[in-house]
């Protein structure tokens, strides 16, 4: 139970009655599912016999729910079932043949308690090698949980009893700026109803994020220089040779997928100048990798 585009509701009561009697009574499960069949239900249910299922509004564990509208459009197989009747929500139906199971009897709550937080992100350090990139939620509540992935929108599958408790300082993800290895990070946080909100954060919001990445070049090792960093489409790569053999240079996403390779050749000691063109990529982070012989250096790039 839930609406078709929302996580299943945990923990709600529904009954089952027959003629202005309940006959047994079930919980959700974590994933929504509710049942009666000969176990939960005593004497069982008879076949080509009229029920009613009943869910109130009033639950112990959740304060108020509110019944979703029936939409058309929705497959019947995950649309809302249930009807208005005053204090519950109600379906109506009369079981099968005797062996059949009705597996489409969907009840559909809008979300009235949906967390309601922000997020924000922060780097903290001198320099690039000590900086640490840390997302803090604000506005959490005593029952809600977290999930995160580290894309532009959220990509996991958690549920409520298997998602993260949020600790009281709100800081759900701390890592060091030069290890991170995206730009973006979403996060799901969840509350006992099922009800979620995503927020998104990127090191592209952080000014000081920002600052300290284009500190990175200076830093960087004196063989390998990249600049502007952040840059807005075009980077200036130097590099002073080490060894004998072509120098591979390539542009790596976040996720490590070659997006650009190219070579270049000159005597062990050359000083090697290429400018690449990263305006036709998105803004985000990337790596610009290079390799001579066994010699393999790297730096991370925002393109902003």
């Known amino acids: 139970m839930q609406d078709a585009d929302e996580m299943g509701m945990a923990g709600v009561r529904v009954e089952l009655w027959r003629k202005g009697k309940q006959l047994a009574s079930t919980m959700s499960d974590s994933l929504g599912f509710y049942s009666f069949d000969s176990r939960s239900t005593p004497g069982g249910l008879s076949p080509k016999t009229s029920y009613e299922i009943r869910i109130a509004y009033i639950q112990e564990r959740h304060k108020k729910l509110s019944l979703s509208a029936a939409d058309p459009a929705v497959d019947p197989a995950i649309n809302n079932d249930g009807v208005d009747r005053q204090e519950y929500a109600v379906i109506l139906f009369t079981t099968e043949a005797l062996g059949i199971s009705s597996n489409s009897l969907d009840f559909g709550f809008k979300c009235v308690e949906r967390p309601q937080v922000k997020a924000t992100l922060a780097c903290t350090g001198t320099n690039a090698a000590d900086a640490m990139v840390k997302v803090t ?70 000014k000081e994020c920002i600052r300290l990445f284009s500190e ?49 050749s000159g005597p062990s000691d050359a000083l090697y100048r290429t400018t690449l063109d990263l305006s036709r990529y998105q803004s985000g982070l990337y790596i610009i990798s290079l390799q001579q012989g066994s010699t393999v250096l790297s730096r991370k790039i925002i393109r902003r």
């Open 137 to 206: 939620l604000k506005g959490v509540k005593a029952n809600e949980r977290f999930d995160l992935t580290l894309t532009k929108e959220y990509s996991g599958t958690t549920e409520y009893v298997l998602a993260h408790p949020i600790p009281p300082s709100g800081s759900i993800f701390t890592k060091p700026l030069l290890d991170w290895e995206s730009d973006n990070l979403t996060a799901r946080v969840i509350n006992a109803t099922g009800c979620f909100q995503d927020v998104y954060v990127s090191l592209l919001q952080s």
């Open 216 to 264: 990175q070049s200076n830093t960087a090792s004196e063989r390998l220089q990249i600049s502007p960093n952040p840059t807005p489409d075009k980077v200036v790569v130097h590099y002073r040779g080490m060894t004998t053999g072509p120098v591979v240079i390539q542009v790596l996403n976040g996720s490590g997928k070659v997006l650009h390779q190219e070579s270049l």
